[in-house]
C-alpha cells in the first residue's frame, strides 16, 4: 500500500556537560548512577535561602564546542532565565535555564540516511542546570511508602539541543540521535551513555497528509534510555497516529511515555495539564557577554570532527562505509585505528579495519568491556598482523593469539614463541615433512597414482596435523604437489 | 558617668584600643541593655549571647598582643558590638527571615558581609527583628512580635530594618546591618531618627543575604551618625566571587578629616517628591535642612525626575514576581519548618499555605501573576521597561547635580495596626524610597528635626553610582553643625 502520510519529528536532546565542577557551584560532577547519595551538594545546589549562582566558565566552554561544531551562530549577549515549577527534585523552586536569548541558534548536523546524507537544520542550544533524583519507596506490609531526594545531579550542567522538524522517519530518528552523541563524545563533553541518563532525547511526532504544508497536533515521547527503544517508540508512535488519522480520529496534543516491556507508548500528560512556566531573566546572573575572540579560539580548538573524519577514511585508507562508520564512532576507536596503520605501513588498511572491527570488537562484545579498557596497544596489534602478513603464523593461529593478547596484554612475539606457534615456512623442513608422510602411506600413494587425484587432499590433511597446524599451508600446498608430480612423472 | 552603651562609636573605638575597656565588658553591657529593653521594644529574634562574648575574648586577646607590639595594624572595629538583621545568615546561628517556615533554619555559612565583618573582629550580639522575608514598612509582618518605636513604643519603627534601627536608637547595639529593596533600611532609620545607608545595588555582596527582590536588594547599615557609617562601610563592599552580581569597585578608606564638606557640590530638588501627601512638619524639616546644606556651601537647583509616579506600580509588579521566584525554594523538602502530609503536593500546599504571612502570600500571588502566560508583557514586561526611564531619570539629573535631596517617606512613625487592614497605605510608606531601588542607585537618610508629637524626622540624599562617599561625607558635615542625631528616646 502507497504510504498516504509523511513524518514529522523534531529531537529535543539533554545532554550533560561532563564539567568538572557545576553549573552554579563549586561541587564536583559525579557519576551519579555510583557516587553515594548527596555527597555532592552545597548551600548553592540545595537551593539554601541567600545562596547565589555563579556561571561556570568550563560549561560555557564546552557548550559553545557543541554550538560550534553544530555551526550555530552564537549570541554575543545570552541571558539565563529561571523556569519556575514546583517540584521535590527541583531544590530553588525553578530551574536556571534560558529562553528568550539562548546560548546559539540556527545551526545544523549532517545524518546520514538509507538515501544519502541529509541536512538537519538546529533551532537552539541552550544552557540550563540538572535536576536532583527522587526514589520511590513502595510502601510494604503495611509501612507506607517514601521518596528519597538525591541532590548529586542537581546543578549540573545540562544542554539542550532542540532540532527543526526536518526528520521524517524513526530511522532518521536514530541516526541524528546517534550522530550527534557522536560529536558530544568526539568533543569530550559527555560520554553519551544513555542508560546513566547523561544524554537524554525527546521525539516530538506528529504526521501529516502527502502534499499538505501545515503541521498538525504532535505528541511528545519521553524516559527512552537507548536509540533501539527511541527508534521502536517514534516508529510506534507513527503507526498510532495514523490510525487514528484513517478511523477519524483526533490525535490530543499530549507526553507520552515508553513502556519498555509492552513495547508502546502512553500518554503521560495532556496539554492542559501542562504548566506555565513563568519565564523570566534570572536577575541574579549578568547577561553572559560571550566575545568573538573567544568564539574564534574554541572553534580553531575543535578537533577533527565525525563527519569529516569519516570522509577522510573512505577516501584515505579506501574503506567500506561501514568499517568507516565503526571506526569514526569514537575518537579512541578511530585514534587506534590511525595508529595502528601509521605502525605497520605494508599492510592494507582494510586489513586493519577488519581485524579491529571484527575480532577486536567481538571480543569487546563478549567481556562486556569498553574500547578504553583493552590491554593491546596499536603497535601490538600490528605486530600480530605482521607476523600473519608474512606468513610466520596463520590466520587461525592469528586469531588465537590476539585473544591471548586480550586477555593478558602480552605482545604477540613472546605469545607466538612462548607457544611455539610459529608457523613452519621453511621449505626444506616442509619437504622433508611431506617426503615422510608420503613413504608412511604407500597405499595412499598408490591410489593417488592410479588417478584418484583427491586423495591429495587427504596428504595435505596428513602434513598439516604431523604440524600441529603450523605449517605454512600455502608452502605445504606448493611442495606436495610437486613431490606428488615428480613421483607421477617417474612411474 | 557616662553608661558604656552611651560611648559614641569612636569613643568606643578609642576606650577599646587604649585598653580603657574591653570587647567582653562592652559586650556585655549592650547584651545587659538588650536584656533590660527588649519586653518593650522587642528589636530582635534571636540573642546570641554566647557567641558574642566568645566573639568578645577573641578581640581581646587580639589587643593584648597588639598592645605589646603595635607594628601590626589592627581592624578599627575590633571588638566592636553589631546587631544583623535577621535576612543575613551567620554560620551557626538560627535565620528565620521573620518567616515561621525558616523558624527551625540554622545557617551553614555565613553571609559575605558578615563573614567580612567578622574578618574585621566585630562581635555578633543577635539577629534583629524584620517584617516576613522583609515585606513590609513597619517590621510589624515578622512572625515573631512587632518591633516597637522607642520614641513611642505605641508606634511603629519602620520596616523592614525596623529591629536593626530600634536597636541603634535604643543603645541596644552601636551599629547594624539592615537591608534595603524599596527603603527598608532608610525609612526604619528616618522613623528612629539615626542614620541609614543603602549602597549602591552591588557594591555589597549579596551572598547570604535571604533574598526578596533579587535585583533590588541591597545590604546596609544603620548607625547613629555618619561617621560610624564611614568607619563600617569600606568593610563590608567589595566585590565578591559568590555573587555575580557583586561589582570590583573597591573603596579604601572614607576620609572626614580632610575637609568637612566635599568641594563644590550640588543638590538637586526633584519637584516630584514635594507633593501634597506629606505631612508638613516633614516637608518644613526638610526645607530647613537643605537650607542648612546650602548654608554648608552646596550649590541648590530644582531638577525633574518626570517618570517618579510609575515608581510605586513598577515596583510592585518587579519585587513580587522576582519574589515569587525566590520564595519558592521554601518548600518544606530539605530544610525549615514543614507541615506534614502524606502526599506530596499537599506537604507543598500545607507547609506555604501555614507558614507563610498574609503580606507573603500576596506578594508572592501578585508576582505569580504577573509573570503568567498572556500577562507577562503588559505587567512585568511593560514593568521592566518603564523600569530603565525611571533610571535614565537619574541619570540625566546626575549629568548636572551631584546629589538628590528628597523625604524618606510622607510621614513620622504610625501607630501599630493603623494601616493593618490597608496594604495598600503601607505601600505608598515607601513611594520616596523605591526609586532608588529601581535605579540601583545610593541613598542616605539621617535624623533633621521632630515632629509635634516628638517623633523624628528624616531626610533622604540620593547619589549617582558608586558615589557613598560623597552621600556619606554630606551628612557628616551636616551632623557637625546640628545635633539631631544625638537625641535620644530612652534614658538609661
Ligand atoms: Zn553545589
Same mark, same amino acid.
Given at each position: 500500500?502507497?504510504?498516504?502520510?509523511?513524518?514529522?519529528?523534531?529531537?529535543?536532546?539533554?545532554?550533560?556537560?561532563?564539567t568538572?565542577s557545576k553549573m552554579f557551584c563549586g561541587c564536583?560532577?559525579?557519576?551519579?548512577?555510583?557516587?553515594?547519595?548527596?555527597?555532592?551538594?552545597c548551600?548553592v545546589c *540545595?537551593g539554601?535561602?541567600?545562596s547565589l549562582p555563579v556561571v561556570n566558565?568550563?560549561a560555557?566552554?564546552?557548550?559553545?564546542?557543541?554550538?560550534?561544531?553544530?555551526?550555530?551562530?552564537?549570541?554575543?549577549?545570552?541571558?539565563f532565565?529561571?523556569?519556575?515549577?514546583?517540584?521535590?527534585?527541583?531544590p530553588k523552586?525553578?530551574q536556571i535555564?534560558?529562553?528568550?536569548?539562548?546560548?546559539?541558534?540556527?545551526?545544523? $548536523?549532517?545524518?546520514?540516511?538509507?538515501?544519502?546524507?541529509?541536512?538537519?537544520?538546529?533551532?537552539?542550544?541552550?544552557m540550563e542546570e540538572d535536576?536532583?533524583?527522587?526514589?520511590?519507596?513502595?510502601?510494604?506490609?503495611?509501612?507506607?511508602?517514601?521518596?528519597?531526594?538525591?541532590?548529586?545531579?542537581a546543578g549540573v550542567p545540562?544542554?539542550?539541543?532542540?532540532?527543526?522538524?526536518?526528520?521524517?522517519? *524513526?530511522?532518521?530518528?536514530?541516526?541524528?540521535?546517534?550522530? $550527534?552523541?557522536?560529536?558530544?563524545?568526539?568533543?569530550?563533553?559527555?560520554?553519551?551513555?544513555?542508560?546513566?541518563?547523561?544524554?537524554?532525547? /525527546?521525539?516530538?511526532?506528529?504526521?501529516?497528509?502527502?502534499?499538505?504544508?501545515?503541521?498538525?497536533?504532535?505528541? /511528545?515521547?519521553?524516559?527512552?534510555?537507548?536509540?533501539?527503544? =527511541?527508534?521502536?517508540?517514534?516508529?510506534?508512535?507513527?503507526?498510532?497516529?495514523?490510525?487514528?488519522?484513517?478511523?477519524?480520529?483526533?490525535?490530543?496534543?499530549?507526553?507520552?511515555?515508553?513502556?519498555?516491556?509492552?513495547?508502546?507508548?502512553?500518554?503521560?500528560?495532556?496539554?492542559?495539564?501542562?504548566?506555565?512556566?513563568?519565564?523570566?531573566?534570572e536577575?541574579d546572573i549578568?547577561?553572559?557577554?560571550?566575545?568573538?575572540?573567544?568564539?574564534?579560539?574554541?572553534?580553531?580548538?575543535?578537533?577533527?570532527?565525525?563527519?569529516?573524519?569519516?570522509?577522510?577514511?573512505?577516501?584515505?585508507?579506501?574503506?567500506?562505509?561501514?568499517?568507516?562508520?565503526?571506526?569514526?564512532?569514537?575518537?579512541?576507536?578511530?585514534?587506534?585505528?590511525?595508529?595502528?596503520?601509521?605502525?605497520?605501513?605494508?599492510?592494507?588498511?582494510?586489513?586493519?579495519?577488519?581485524?579491529?572491527?571484527?575480532?577486536?570488537?567481538?571480543?569487546?562484545?563478549?567481556?562486556?568491556?569498553?574500547?578504553?579498557?583493552?590491554?593491546?596497544?596499536?603497535?601490538?596489534?600490528?605486530?600480530?598482523?605482521?607476523?600473519?602478513?608474512?606468513?610466520?603464523?596463520?590466520?587461525?593461529?592469528?586469531?588465537?593469539? =590476539?585473544?591471548?593478547?586480550?586477555?593478558?596484554?602480552?605482545?604477540?612475539?613472546?605469545?607466538?614463541?612462548?607457544?611455539?606457534?610459529?608457523?613452519?615456512?621453511?621449505?626444506?623442513?616442509?619437504?622433508?615433512?611431506?617426503?615422510?608422510?608420503?613413504?608412511?602411506?604407500?597405499?595412499?600413494?598408490?591410489?593417488?597414482?592410479?588417478?584418484?587425484?583427491?586423495?591429495?587432499?587427504?596428504?595435505?590433511?596428513?602434513?598439516?596435523?604431523?604440524?600441529?597446524?603450523?605449517?605454512?599451508?600455502?608452502?605445504?600446498?606448493?611442495?606436495?604437489?610437486?613431490?606428488? =608430480?615428480?613421483?607421477?612423472?617417474?612411474? | 558617668?557616662?553608661?558604656?552603651?552611651?560611648?559614641?562609636?569612636?569613643?568606643?573605638?578609642?576606650?577599646?584600643?587604649?585598653?580603657?575597656?574591653?570587647?567582653?565588658?562592652?559586650?556585655?553591657?549592650?547584651?545587659?541593655?538588650?536584656?533590660?529593653?527588649?519586653?518593650?521594644?522587642?528589636?530582635?529574634?534571636?540573642?546570641?549571647?554566647?557567641?558574642?562574648?566568645?566573639?568578645?575574648?577573641?578581640?581581646?586577646?587580639?589587643?593584648?598582643?597588639?598592645?605589646?607590639?603595635?607594628?601590626?595594624?589592627?581592624?578599627? #572595629?575590633?571588638?566592636?558590638?553589631?546587631?544583623?538583621?535577621?535576612?543575613?545568615?551567620?554560620?551557626?546561628?538560627?535565620?528565620?527571615?521573620?518567616?515561621?517556615?525558616?523558624?527551625?533554619?540554622?545557617?551553614?555559612?555565613?553571609?559575605?558581609?558578615?563573614?567580612?565583618? #567578622?574578618?574585621?573582629?566585630?562581635?555578633? #550580639?543577635?539577629?534583629?527583628?524584620?517584617?516576613?522575608?522583609?515585606?513590609?514598612?513597619?517590621?510589624?509582618?515578622?512572625?515573631?512580635?512587632?518591633?516597637?518605636?522607642?520614641?513611642?513604643? %505605641?508606634?511603629?519603627?519602620?520596616?523592614?530594618?525596623?529591629?536593626?534601627?530600634?536597636?541603634?536608637?535604643?543603645?541596644?547595639?552601636?551599629?547594624?546591618?539592615?537591608?534595603?529593596?524599596?527603603? %527598608?533600611?532608610?525609612?526604619?532609620?528616618?522613623?528612629?531618627?539615626?542614620?541609614?545607608?543603602?549602597?549602591?545595588?552591588?557594591?555589597?555582596?549579596?551572598?547570604?543575604?535571604?533574598?526578596?527582590?533579587? %535585583?533590588?536588594?541591597?545590604?546596609?547599615?544603620?548607625?547613629?551618625?555618619?561617621?560610624?557609617?564611614?568607619?563600617?562601610?569600606?568593610?563590608?563592599?567589595?566585590?565578591?566571587?559568590k555573587?555575580s552580581?557583586?561589582?570590583?569597585?573597591?573603596?579604601?578608606?572614607?576620609?572626614?578629616?580632610?575637609?568637612?564638606?566635599?568641594?563644590?557640590?550640588? @543638590?538637586?530638588?526633584?519637584?516630584?517628591?514635594?507633593?501634597?501627601?506629606?505631612?508638613?512638619?516633614?516637608?518644613?524639616?526638610?526645607?530647613?535642612?537643605?537650607?542648612?546644606?546650602?548654608?554648608?556651601?552646596?550649590?541648590?537647583?530644582?531638577?525633574?525626575?518626570?517618570?517618579?509616579?510609575?515608581?510605586? !506600580?513598577?515596583?510592585?509588579?518587579?519585587?513580587?514576581?522576582?519574589?515569587?521566584?525566590?520564595?519558592?525554594?521554601?518548600?518544606?523538602?530539605?530544610?525549615?519548618?514543614?507541615?506534614?502530609?502524606?502526599?506530596?503536593?499537599?506537604?507543598?500546599?500545607?507547609?506555604?499555605?501555614?507558614?507563610?504571612?498574609?503580606?507573603?502570600?500576596?506578594?508572592?500571588?501578585?508576582?505569580?501573576?504577573?509573570?503568567?502566560?498572556?500577562?507577562?508583557?503588559?505587567?512585568?514586561?511593560?514593568?521592566?521597561?518603564?523600569?530603565?526611564?525611571?533610571?535614565?531619570?537619574?541619570?540625566?539629573?546626575?549629568?548636572?547635580?551631584?546629589?538628590?535631596?528628597?523625604?524618606? %517617606?510622607?510621614?513620622?512613625?504610625?501607630?501599630?495596626?493603623?494601616?493593618?487592614?490597608?496594604?495598600?497605605?503601607?505601600?505608598?510608606?515607601?513611594?520616596?524610597? @523605591? !526609586?532608588?531601588?529601581?535605579?540601583?542607585?545610593?541613598?542616605?537618610?539621617?535624623?533633621?528635626?521632630?515632629?509635634?508629637?516628638?517623633?523624628?524626622?528624616?531626610?533622604?540624599?540620593?547619589?549617582?553610582?558608586?558615589?557613598?562617599?560623597?552621600?556619606?561625607?554630606?551628612?557628616?558635615?551636616?551632623?557637625?553643625?546640628?545635633?539631631?542625631?544625638?537625641?535620644?528616646?530612652?534614658?538609661?
Amino acid at each position: 500500500m502507497k504510504p498516504n502520510f509523511e513524518t514529522i519529528i523534531g529531537l529535543e536532546v539533554h545532554a550533560e556537560l561532563e564539567t568538572r565542577s557545576k553549573m552554579f557551584c563549586g561541587c564536583p560532577v559525579v557519576d551519579s548512577t555510583e557516587a553515594k547519595p548527596n555527597i555532592a551538594v552545597c548551600p548553592v545546589c *540545595a537551593g539554601m535561602p541567600g545562596s547565589l549562582p555563579v556561571v561556570n566558565q568550563q560549561a560555557v566552554e564546552y557548550a559553545l564546542k557543541v554550538a560550534l561544531a553544530l555551526e550555530c551562530q552564537i549570541n554575543n549577549t545570552s541571558i539565563f532565565a529561571r523556569k519556575n515549577y514546583f517540584y521535590p527534585d527541583l531544590p530553588k523552586g525553578y530551574q536556571i535555564s534560558q529562553y528568550e536569548s539562548p546560548l546559539a541558534h540556527h545551526g545544523h $548536523l549532517k545524518i546520514r540516511t538509507q538515501s544519502g546524507e541529509k541536512n538537519i537544520r538546529i533551532r537552539r542550544v541552550h544552557m540550563e542546570e540538572d535536576t536532583g533524583k527522587l526514589t520511590h519507596i513502595p510502601p510494604n506490609n503495611g509501612k507506607p511508602g517514601y521518596s528519597l531526594i538525591d541532590l548529586n545531579r542537581a546543578g549540573v550542567p545540562l544542554l539542550e539541543i532542540v532540532s527543526e522538524p526536518d526528520i521524517r522517519s *524513526a530511522e532518521e530518528a536514530r541516526s541524528y540521535a546517534v550522530t $550527534l552523541r557522536t560529536l558530544l563524545r568526539y568533543l569530550g563533553v559527555n560520554s553519551g551513555d544513555m542508560q546513566k541518563g547523561v544524554i537524554r532525547i /525527546e521525539p516530538n511526532v506528529s504526521i501529516r497528509p502527502i502534499g499538505s504544508s501545515e503541521f498538525y497536533t504532535r505528541t /511528545e515521547i519521553k524516559n527512552l534510555n537507548s536509540f533501539r527503544a =527511541l527508534e521502536r517508540a517514534v516508529a510506534y508512535e507513527i503507526q498510532r497516529q495514523q490510525n487514528l488519522f484513517r478511523q477519524g480520529k483526533t490525535i490530543v496534543q499530549q507526553t507520552m511515555g515508553w513502556d519498555e516491556s509492552h513495547q508502546k507508548t502512553f500518554p503521560q500528560r495532556t496539554k492542559e495539564e501542562e504548566e506555565d512556566y513563568r519565564y523570566f531573566p534570572e536577575p541574579d546572573i549578568p547577561p553572559l557577554v560571550i566575545e568573538d575572540e573567544w568564539i574564534e579560539r574554541i572553534r580553531a580548538a575543535l578537533p577533527e570532527l565525525p563527519a569529516a573524519k569519516y570522509k577522510r577514511f573512505i577516501k584515505t585508507y579506501r574503506l567500506s562505509s561501514d568499517d568507516a562508520d565503526l571506526l569514526i564512532s569514537a575518537q579512541s576507536i578511530s585514534n587506534y585505528f590511525e595508529s595502528t596503520v601509521s605502525t605497520c605501513p605494508d599492510i592494507p588498511p582494510r586489513t586493519v579495519a577488519n581485524w579491529i572491527t571484527g575480532e577486536l570488537f567481538g571480543l569487546i562484545n563478549q567481556r562486556n568491556i569498553t574500547f578504553e579498557d583493552i590491554k593491546i596497544l596499536p603497535r601490538e596489534l600490528s605486530a600480530l598482523l605482521s607476523l600473519l602478513h608474512h606468513g610466520e603464523i596463520n590466520t587461525n593461529t592469528a586469531k588465537a593469539v =590476539l585473544t591471548e593478547m586480550f586477555e593478558t596484554g602480552n605482545d604477540p612475539k613472546t605469545i607466538v614463541s612462548k607457544s611455539g606457534l610459529n608457523q613452519i615456512s621453511n621449505i626444506a623442513q616442509i619437504a622433508k615433512i611431506i617426503h615422510d608422510v608420503i613413504a608412511a602411506n604407500p597405499k595412499e600413494l598408490e591410489t593417488y597414482l592410479n588417478g584418484k587425484e583427491t586423495v591429495s587432499q587427504w596428504f595435505f590433511g596428513q602434513v598439516m596435523r604431523g604440524t600441529g597446524g603450523k605449517a605454512n599451508p600455502k608452502i605445504v600446498k606448493a611442495e606436495l604437489n610437486r613431490q606428488l =608430480l615428480e613421483l607421477k612423472r617417474k612411474q | 558617668m557616662t553608661q558604656i552603651t552611651e560611648l559614641t562609636f569612636q569613643e568606643i573605638i578609642n576606650s577599646l584600643q587604649s585598653g580603657e575597656i574591653s570587647s567582653h565588658q562592652l559586650t556585655k553591657a549592650y547584651l545587659k541593655r538588650i536584656e533590660k529593653l527588649e519586653e518593650d521594644i522587642h528589636a530582635f529574634i534571636t540573642i546570641t549571647e554566647e557567641q558574642a562574648l566568645t566573639q568578645a575574648d577573641k578581640a581581646d586577646k587580639r589587643f593584648a598582643v597588639w598592645r605589646k607590639d603595635k607594628t601590626q595594624p589592627i581592624s578599627p #572595629l575590633l571588638g566592636v558590638p553589631l546587631a544583623v538583621k535577621d535576612v543575613l545568615t551567620v554560620h551557626n546561628i538560627r535565620c528565620t527571615a521573620g518567616s515561621k517556615i525558616l523558624g527551625n533554619f540554622v545557617s551553614p555559612y555565613n553571609a559575605t558581609v558578615v563573614d567580612q565583618l #567578622l574578618d574585621a573582629g566585630m562581635v555578633i #550580639l543577635g539577629k534583629t527583628n524584620t517584617d516576613e522575608f522583609a515585606m513590609g514598612s513597619s517590621t510589624e509582618n515578622s512572625a515573631y512580635g512587632v518591633t516597637h518605636n522607642p520614641w513611642d513604643l %505605641s508606634r511603629v519603627p519602620g520596616g523592614s530594618s525596623g529591629g536593626s534601627a530600634a536597636a541603634v536608637v535604643a543603645n541596644m547595639a552601636p551599629i547594624a546591618l539592615g537591608t534595603d529593596t524599596g527603603g %527598608s533600611i532608610r525609612q526604619p532609620a528616618s522613623f528612629c531618627g539615626v542614620t541609614g545607608l543603602k549602597p549602591t545595588y552591588g557594591r555589597v555582596s549579596r551572598f547570604g543575604l535571604i533574598a526578596y527582590g533579587s %535585583s533590588l536588594d541591597s545590604a546596609g547599615a544603620i548607625a547613629r551618625a555618619a561617621a560610624d557609617i564611614a568607619l563600617l562601610f569600606p568593610m563590608m563592599s567589595g566585590f565578591d566571587p559568590k555573587d555575580s552580581t557583586s561589582v570590583n569597585i573597591p573603596i579604601e578608606r572614607i576620609n572626614l578629616q580632610d575637609n568637612i564638606m566635599p568641594a563644590q557640590l550640588r @543638590l538637586g530638588i526633584p519637584k516630584e517628591y514635594f507633593t501634597s501627601g506629606i505631612q508638613p512638619e516633614v516637608e518644613i524639616a526638610i526645607r530647613k535642612a537643605i537650607n542648612v546644606l546650602e548654608s554648608l556651601g552646596i550649590e541648590i537647583k530644582e531638577v525633574n525626575l518626570p517618570h517618579t509616579k510609575y515608581a510605586l !506600580p513598577v515596583y510592585y509588579l518587579i519585587a513580587p514576581a522576582e519574589a515569587s521566584a525566590n520564595l519558592a525554594r521554601y518548600d518544606g523538602i530539605r530544610y525549615g519548618s514543614r507541615v506534614d502530609s502524606t502526599e506530596m503536593w499537599d506537604i507543598f500546599r500545607k507547609t506555604r499555605g501555614t507558614l507563610f504571612g498574609a503580606e507573603v502570600k500576596r506578594r508572592i500571588m501578585l508576582g505569580t501573576y504577573a509573570l503568567s502566560a498572556g500577562y507577562y508583557d503588559e505587567y512585568y514586561g511593560k514593568a521592566q521597561k518603564v523600569r530603565t526611564l525611571i533610571k535614565e531619570d537619574f541619570d540625566n539629573v546626575f549629568k548636572t547635580v551631584d546629589l538628590i535631596a528628597a523625604p524618606v %517617606s510622607p510621614t513620622t512613625a504610625f501607630k501599630i495596626g493603623a494601616h493593618r487592614d490597608d496594604p495598600l497605605a503601607m505601600y505608598l510608606e515607601d513611594i520616596f524610597t @523605591l !526609586p532608588a531601588n529601581l535605579a540601583g542607585i545610593p541613598g542616605i537618610t539621617f535624623p533633621v528635626g521632630f515632629d509635634s508629637h516628638c517623633l523624628p524626622i528624616g531626610i533622604q540624599l540620593m547619589g549617582a553610582p558608586f558615589q557613598e562617599e560623597k552621600l556619606i561625607r554630606t551628612a557628616h558635615a551636616y551632623q557637625m553643625v546640628t545635633d539631631w542625631h544625638t537625641r535620644k528616646p530612652i534614658p538609661n
